[in-house]
């Protein structure tokens, strides 16, 4: 299930506003709550969200806060190809087509897990 678009919106702007702060502090931020989306998926619906969260940072008008970008692309989007990355390659592979800051954001992933799934993001990395 995929959140809608205010949902997403929201929680991009949460987020956003929890990386302008010091990573000791997001605990007790009231923006905190954000962090929970990029939790490791244990359903592929949490999996689904997580993507849907990624992906809506990624591809907003504005730039993402580097921050932001730094964290969502280290551990949890691991998690989420290594633990559901069958099911989530070919959402990521379309958003990687088309557009360049999620390709870019992909390039500093160590591969892992389904050797299938990162033969296909190695892929995106070295295309045009």
Same mark, same amino acid.
């Given at each position: ?10 929680? +991009? ?5 929890? @990386?302008? %702060? &010091?990573?000791?502090d997001w605990a007790?931020?009231? @923006? ?10 244990? !359903? ?5 969200? !997580? *993507?849907?969260?990624? %992906?809506? #940072?990624?591809? /907003?008008?504005?730039?993402? %806060?580097?921050?932001? +970008?730094?964290?969502? @692309?280290?551990?949890?989007?691991? *998690?989420?190809?290594? $633990? *559901?990355?069958?099911?989530?390659? $070919? ?7 088309? %557009?360049?800051? +999620? /390709? ?6 160590? &591969?892992?897990? $389904?050797?299938? +799934? ?5 892929? #995106?990395?070295?295309?045009?």
């Amino acid at each position: 299930m995929t959140p809608n678009r205010n949902d997403l919106d929201a929680w +991009v702007c949460a987020f956003e506003a929890l @990386m302008t %702060h &010091p990573p000791t502090d997001w605990a007790r931020h009231p @923006m905190g709550w954000a962090l929970e989306r990029l939790m490791p998926p244990v !359903t592929l619906a949490h999996a689904q969200q !997580t *993507w849907a969260g990624i %992906h809506a #940072l990624l591809t /907003r008008p504005q730039p993402p %806060h580097p921050a932001g +970008v730094s964290y969502a @692309m280290g551990e949890p989007i691991e *998690w989420l190809l290594t $633990d *559901w990355g069958p099911h989530v390659i $070919d959402e990521i592979e379309a958003a990687a087509q088309a %557009h360049p800051r +999620v /390709r870019a954001a992909l390039a500093g992933i160590a &591969p892992a897990g $389904d050797p299938e +799934v990162w033969a296909r993001l190695l892929a #995106l990395r070295t295309a045009p």
